[in-house]
DNA sequence: AACTCCTACAACCGCAGAGTT
DNA sequence: TAACTCTGCGGTTGTAGGAGT
């Protein structure tokens, strides 16, 4: 595909981001939708790149990511999961409504893989619990341990994961669809939303990004499903070149103006005047 | 109080695959 | 079919804050 070269690179900004930064990626997202990850951020007034938009908006922002504490149920759907599937995150985040890929990486190589290795040096009081990538079981088995230079022997680490392939294992429904952590934008979180719900549902609206408004780019049809989701007027607008700043939108100024009354808390969008 | 160590998690990087021209 | 762009994935790194000494 030849596209316009665009590319030029500003000075492109890392690291943590901030709430100013947090705010524009919201109330742009909210105004026009996501279109394209790579260009999306000159319009939005950052200086991101648009993979670190992306990031940012999918494990953060969005505002059905659930965040906070995995549940024990949650614990226990990721390790049979990743006993199943190993680490195929995306996979395993699937069954997991609210979770993203990378909090459930996260939450497994700091506390699950941990957990798991106790139970087996539990059960198994042979097996040594040496090769593992946690550093304080190390230390606590071995003085001379250093976290700092954690035993890597992840065929170790695999052995002693596969012993504990759960056999009491909650049912794992099976992955029907691509629709991870589709965001209902009928108001309802999907932590009230059963998984069975979820995969009825997402099979009527086969889309697979968070985002329809991305799609119309696309020249996509929006199902009536879809349609009926949004106002009309959204629909029509053209979401490829927001001629004006989308700071010159009073909706959008409606969001910065909450926003900034939360700080970071931005469960404000949930409220229905911030409902597509 | 000051320092070091450790944990948890946000964010980055490189790669692969899909889509478009 | 080649060339290119975009997106998503998994591995890895950086760092803030808490715990321990």
């Not at 596209?3 to 000075?11: D, I, T």
């Not at 900004?13 to 100013?20: A, L, R, T, V």
């Not at 999918?58 to 995995?70: A, E, I, S, T, W």
């Amino acid at each position: 595909m030849v596209r316009s070269g665009k590319q030029e690179k500003l000075a492109v900004k890392k690291g943590p981001w901030s709430s100013d930064e947090d705010r524009k990626l919201i109330a742009y997202i909210k105004k026009y939708g996501i279109w394209n990850w790579n260009q999306m951020p000159e319009f939005a007034g950052l200086s991101r790149s648009g993979k670190s938009c992306r990031l940012r908006w999918v494990n953060y922002l969005r505002p059905d990511v659930k965040l906070g504490n995995f549940t024990e149920e949650e614990d226990q759907t990721i390790i049979n999961m990743h006993a199943n599937l190993g680490s195929r995150w995306s996979a395993i985040a699937k069954q997991l409504p609210g979770r993203t890929d990378n909090q459930i990486k996260n939450h497994w190589h700091t506390r699950l893989k941990k957990r798991l290795l106790v139970k087996t040096s539990v059960a198994n009081p042979g097996a040594k619990s040496q090769g593992t990538d946690d550093g304080k079981s190390i230390q606590e088995n071995s003085p001379a341990g250093n976290a700092k230079e954690p035993a890597t022997d992840t065929s170790e680490v695999s052995k002693l994961e596969g012993l504990l392939h759960v056999e009491n294992s909650i049912n794992i429904p099976p992955i029907l669809s691509p629709s991870c952590g589709h965001w209902d934008f009928r108001g309802s979180t999907q932590e009230n939303t059963s998984s069975t719900e979820i995969i009825e549902d997402s099979d009527q609206i086969f889309w697979t990004q968070p985002f329809l408004m991305g799609n119309l780019s696309m020249d996509s049809q929006p199902s009536a499903y879809i349609q009926s989701q949004f106002d009309p007027l959204i629909w029509s607008q053209e979401p490829l070149s927001p001629s004006s700043s989308f700071l010159d939108s009073g909706y959008c100024d409606s969001i910065l103006f909450n926003y900034s009354e939360k700080d970071d808390d931005v469960s404000f969008l949930e409220r229905p005047e911030f409902q597509f």
